[in-house]
């Protein structure tokens, strides 16, 4: 079965921390990796990934993907209160378009 | 350029009556994907649909749950005779022709069944 695995489950941290969140996969005809952040409601698209080693960055998050050990981490630093959010990991399938998501990392930036 | 809209934003039934959630993509976009959400979990894949086609619905129960994308109009989630299982929240996403995998979420539909 298919599957996509986040860690940690939460993550409580002070402004100002460096946070790495982790995804690893079992799937079958892998295709892409994204990653979204959900605050109180839509999850908002962040990066997809579908090579290994290119670094994708945006600001003070970036991500990247390991085909080989079959896991993508993203990176926040210089965290922020506004970071709060859940983090979620999602791998898209090669004969699907469908997305199979892990069940997030809840993120906690205090001041 | 509007994003994916969904409505109602709340929705509130009894044990035993319908639910209908409508999604209208991106402009631009043609494929929409339908996602549960329920509480503590992560989201679950129930369909996906190009216009007045269902290209995959593994993830649907089998019974009391359909979904169309007519070619005029937003696409409806149906959900007849609701059961208290079914509260949660059921996103939407779409995403363009050339690059399926790059979905955009809704802000969801909350659905509570008393």
């Known amino acids: 079965e298919d599957k996509v695995v986040q860690s940690p489950l939460s993550l409580v941290v002070h402004e100002g921390d460096t946070v790495t969140l982790n995804c690893s996969y079992e799937?079958?005809?892998?295709?892409?990796l994204l990653w979204y952040k959900q605050e109180k409601k839509a999850p908002t698209f962040l990066f997809m990934l579908?090579?290994?080693?290119i670094e994708k960055k945006s600001g003070r998050l970036s991500s990247i993907l390991d085909k080989k050990e079959l896991f993508s981490i993203l990176n926040i630093t210089a965290t922020q209160t506004g970071d709060s959010a859940i983090y979620l990991c999602?791998?898209?399938?090669?004969?699907?378009?469908?997305?199979?998501f892990g069940t997030g990392t809840r993120l906690q930036v205090f001041p | 350029n509007a994003g994916v809209m969904q409505n109602p934003r709340h929705l509130v039934r009894r044990r035993g009556q319908e639910a209908r959630l409508r999604c209208s993509p991106m402009?631009?976009?043609?494929?929409v994907y339908w996602y549960r959400q329920l509480p503590e979990e992560g989201l679950k894949f129930m369909v996906y649909?190009?216009?007045?086609?269902?290209?995959?619905e593994s993830g649907m129960p089998k019974e009391r749950f359909s979904a169309e994308f007519p070619k005029e109009g937003p696409s409806i989630l149906r959900i007849q005779q609701v059961v208290r299982g079914d509260s949660a929240a059921y996103f939407c996403?779409?995403?363009?022709?050339?690059?399926?995998?790059?979905?955009?979420f809704g802000p969801g539909t909350r659905l509570t069944v008393t």
């Open positions: 996403a779409s995403s363009p022709p050339w690059s399926p995998y790059e979905q955009y």
């Open positions: 799937v079958t005809n892998f295709r892409s």
């Open positions: 579908t090579s290994s080693g």
């Open positions: 999602a791998v898209g399938l090669r004969d699907t378009d469908k997305l199979i």
């Open positions: 402009k631009g976009h043609s494929h």
């Open positions: 649909l190009q216009k007045e086609n269902i290209i995959d």
